[in-house]
């Protein structure tokens, strides 16, 4: 790192762990405390914002290492020593999904739509210099007439977090505590500048100096820029004030004992300093929920800074459908095919970027596993709804889920490795937890022509069989949810899963 991070508090705190918590056991507390504070589940946005930070910070042994650092400096806390991980989100996991299977012959009509096919397809393409891509019937979906599509959306999207933290909306609680402050100076230099005024004195430059800089110090404060100055500027202008007040008070008790000729009005003006005093420490206690959240925000936003794409970048698509394909397929999985339907669904998908905040991402592996074997064709991120889609060229044909969970074509249930997909998307939603919403979509794309049709009287918990029209509706209507926000370390931690061909 260029420099080192400063906290707001232990974070260790934030998600109710102790400082020699296990990854696992942050993972676990990080997934229960977003949960609580989700807005979308009715927590609160301030709360999520710092259960967010302490998860990213905690979560990287760099960051973690950073945090321990200033525990041991701001607060006397030492962390006992312990060997350096990986990522939380990173971690291994057992694979819920069950081992590969190598595909069975296909015998008569039980063989897959897959396996079935795989022969002919290579010999379309052996010895001739016609693609069988060429063939193969390029599905066409008018998204102008899904209602997503209709929608007026914004030309930018809402980045979070940006490259400065936003301040949010000023409360109730902010006005009533810095306006008394900002009236009283007011009136105090309205008094002291009016000759006919009682209070009228030539001192009048300072007090509006010292009433100016109470401004800046709450300006700093309510946008959360530069804490350390903010700070010293406050006392600094409590300290001057507290003078005043101090000799105001000492030169009315010598009035007092001379002649006592002013030393009523001395007086007043010593009390009316003793408030200013109150009231500037009332407004800085008032301007505290908007500070801490600011700093949260601040180092959420160095962190985005530091490691994810940047707050005004306009790239939205990362890599190319079918890439990875040729070199990165599991094992098992026919290539080509593989390719032609990633370049298929692909291209539809660039429809979706009618939205501001979309953002795609091609060829994916899963979390812990091979960083060299893209399992995932495709991904769609807006906001914080993550729409995972697999594309397949299988056969043309009547398909899907049967009472047993598993897909079938013409009521004939495909191998394992047609089933793999929902376990997949299961993963990711392990690995997101509930920072992201993950829903999945099988996308069937068919070889040739004919009776080609989808049954959704079934689908499974989190993925849905569909076709390249079917899939553009539904995840355009889901996606619009958030379509003009752009979660920046969501977007981060897709990328990093991301296989380059």
């Not at 500037?280 to 794409?309: H, I, Q, T, V």
Request: include cysteine; charged fraction near 25%.
């Amino acid at each position: 790192m260029s420099r080192r991070l400063s906290f707001p508090e232990n974070l260790y705190d934030v998600l109710g762990v102790a400082p020699a918590a296990t990854d696992e056991e942050i993972r676990r507390a990080g997934r229960r405390k977003q949960r609580e504070t989700h807005p979308d589940l009715g927590g609160n946005a301030a709360e999520f914002t710092r259960v967010r930070l302490a998860v990213e910070v905690l979560a990287d042994p760099r960051h973690r290492a950073e945090h321990d650092a200033w525990l041991a400096t701001e607060q006397g806390v030492v962390t006992p020593p312990r060997a350096d991980g990986v990522r939380l989100r990173n971690q291994q996991r057992a694979p819920r999904s069950r081992p590969f299977e190598p595909p069975k012959a296909p015998t008569g009509e039980a063989g897959s739509a897959e396996s079935a096919s795989r022969s002919a397809a290579g010999r379309r393409t052996a010895g001739t210099s016609e693609l069988a891509f060429d063939r193969i019937p390029k599905p066409r979906a008018d998204a102008r007439k899904m209602g997503w599509y209709r929608r007026a959306w914004p030309e930018h999207p809402d980045v979070w977090p940006g490259e400065n933290p936003t301040p949010p909306a000023p409360t109730m609680r902010e006005y009533a505590t810095v306006l008394p402050f900002v009236v009283l100076g007011l009136v105090l230099i309205a008094s002291q500048v009016i000759p006919s005024s009682p209070m009228a004195a030539p001192w009048w430059p300072a007090t509006a100096a010292l009433w100016l800089l109470g401004l800046v110090w709450i300006v700093l404060r309510a946008t959360g820029r530069y804490p350390a100055i903010t700070r010293i500027l406050y006392w600094a202008n409590l300290a001057v004030i507290a003078l005043g007040a101090a000799a105001l008070f000492l030169i009315a008790m010598m009035r007092i004992f001379d002649s006592g000729d002013g030393a009523l009005l001395l007086t007043i003006r010593a009390i009316v300093a003793l408030a200013g005093v109150a009231l500037a420490a009332l407004a800085w206690w008032g301007l505290d929920p908007r500070a801490r959240r600011m700093d949260f925000e601040r180092l959420l936003a160095d962190l985005a800074n530091e490691s994810a794409p940047p707050a005004d970048s306009d790239q939205w698509v990362w890599g190319e459908p079918g890439a990875t394909a040729m070199t990165h397929s599991a094992p098992g999985v026919n290539a080509v095919r593989r390719m032609y339907a990633e370049q298929i669904v692909g291209e539809q998908l660039r429809v979706l970027e009618r939205m501001p905040g979309v953002r795609i991402v091609h060829g994916l592996r899963l979390p812990g596993g091979d960083p060299n074997v893209a399992t995932i064709s495709h991904a769609v991120l807006a906001g914080r709804r993550l729409a995972v889609i697999d594309s397949v060229l299988w056969r043309a044909g009547q398909y899907g889920i049967d009472a047993r969970g598993q897909i079938c074509c013409n009521n004939v249930p495909l191998p394992a490795t047609a089933q793999e997909f929902p376990h997949r998307v299961e993963r990711l939603f392990e690995y997101f937890g509930d920072v992201a919403e993950v829903r999945g979509w099988l996308t069937v794309v068919p070889e040739s022509s004919g009776d080609f049709s989808i049954d959704y009287a079934r689908t499974w918990r989190r993925v849905r069989p569909a076709s390249v029209e079917s899939l553009l509706r539904e995840t355009g209507d889901w996606l619009a949810e958030d379509g003009a926000e752009v979660d920046r370390l969501l977007l981060r931690d897709l990328l990093e899963l991301r296989v380059e061909p």
